[in-house]
């Protein structure tokens, strides 16, 4: 029997556009209730408008310890609950090394990575009180693949894959799960190149969106650690 989504409280990060707002949309159509999270607090207002009172507008920048401290105890305050970490934010950079300078360094590592760490572990606690939960993590065919002229991003998601497969283990004795979704190339204003310039083959958001609902529907007993993305190579438009 497929998890039912009605009324499970969900964070997503990145909400404010691509994979992550996708995602906000799909899951308030199951009846799932939505914290927005992301730093553009215009995005998600104009977003929660349009979603309903379903969702909330929970400005965060995911990279400070603090913002996400409060946005999850305002998330649990607001909705009552956790059930459902998606944590979508993410960023890229393209340069080689000897162009990247430290701030893109850390703008992508703090981002994709130390966000992703920092909003798992402020959730832990309210899953285990909760008695289970889920989270997905979006990495990247880059976090399986080296990419010239990539090498933070590429880094930042090796490291969001070894991550989800170590926290994973670490509890699924607890009743909750942990998947590494990895994405291939997807029609976003990512990096330096706009949506439009992407790959004709390449993903949309949607299509990440439904995957994801797919594995928060698993049936509780069953646990899809790791899941790559690739687009088939059929020209398609919408």
């Given amino acids: ?11 997503v990060t990145g909400a404010s556009s691509g994979i992550g707002e996708a995602t906000a949309r799909a899951l308030v159509k199951e009846a799932a209730r939505i914290a927005l999270v992301a730093r553009s607090a215009a995005r998600l207002e104009n977003l929660q ?12 920048d995911v990279r400070l310890e603090e913002s996400i401290k409060r946005m999850v105890e305002t998330t649990a305050l607001q909705f009552g ?10 960023l890229g950079h393209q340069a080689p090394v000897a ?10 590592l703090e981002t994709n990575l130390r966000g992703m760490f920092l909003a798992c572990r402020e959730t832990l606690p309210y899953f285990k009180k909760e008695g289970g939960g889920q989270i997905i993590n979006i990495a990247s065919g880059a976090g399986y693949n080296g990419i010239a002229n990539m090498a933070a991003y590429c880094a930042s998601k090796f490291g969001v894959v070894g991550f989800s497969e170590s926290l994973a283990l670490e509890v699924r004795d607890q009743n909750i799960r942990v998947c590494c979704l990895a994405p291939g190339s997807v029609r976003t204003h990512f990096g330096d190149e706009p949506a439009e310039k992407k790959k004709s083959y390449s993903l949309f958001p949607e299509e990440v969106a439904q995957v994801i609902l797919s594995l928060l529907k698993q049936p509780m007993q069953v646990w899809m650690s790791e899941v790559v993305l690739r687009p088939l190579n059929l020209k398609l438009e919408r």
Avoid: F, H, Y
């Fill in 1 to 11: 029997m497929q998890t039912d989504l009605r009324d499970k409280v969900c964070i």
């Fill in 49 to 60: 408008r349009e979603l309903g009172p379903n969702s909330a507008a929970i400005p965060c």
């Fill in 81 to 90: 609950s956790i059930d459902i970490l998606i944590n979508s934010a993410g």
């Fill in 99 to 108: 162009a990247t300078s430290i701030e893109q360094w850390d703008e992508t």
